[in-house]
């Protein structure tokens, strides 16, 4: 696996795990797809660093179960401020 790659993976977990981030946050934050933050936590960072693998899916595992209700809420706020 290339260096930078590795390089992208680590940091695209360590701000999850800093920031509470969700794939869609960081994928802005890195300039790179959300599949690509997806392919990096779950595939290559657990082949580099498994214990921080494990921290950053634990995060987006979080965030997977509460994005109904963020949903929600957008839904929500979006339909106030047009009435």
């Given at each position: 696996?290339?260096?930078?790659?590795?390089?992208?993976?680590?940091?695209?977990?360590?701000?999850?795990v800093?920031?509470?981030?969700?794939?869609?946050?960081?994928?802005?934050?890195?300039g790179?797809?959300?599949?690509?933050?997806?392919?990096d936590?779950?595939?290559r960072l657990?082949q580099?660093?498994?214990?921080?693998?494990?921290?950053?899916?634990?995060?987006?595992?979080?965030?997977?179960?509460?994005?109904?209700?963020r949903?929600?809420?957008?839904?929500?706020?979006?339909?106030?401020?047009?009435?």
């Amino acid at each position: 696996m290339k260096d930078y790659i590795e390089e992208r993976a680590i940091g695209i977990a360590n701000y999850i795990v800093e920031n509470n981030a969700t794939v869609r946050q960081t994928a802005k934050e890195f300039g790179v797809s959300k599949s690509t933050v997806h392919k990096d936590v779950t595939e290559r960072l657990s082949q580099i660093n498994p214990v921080l693998a494990k921290e950053a899916r634990k995060v987006l595992d979080i965030n997977k179960s509460e994005r109904h209700i963020r949903g929600g809420l957008a839904t929500r706020e979006k339909y106030l401020h047009h009435a």
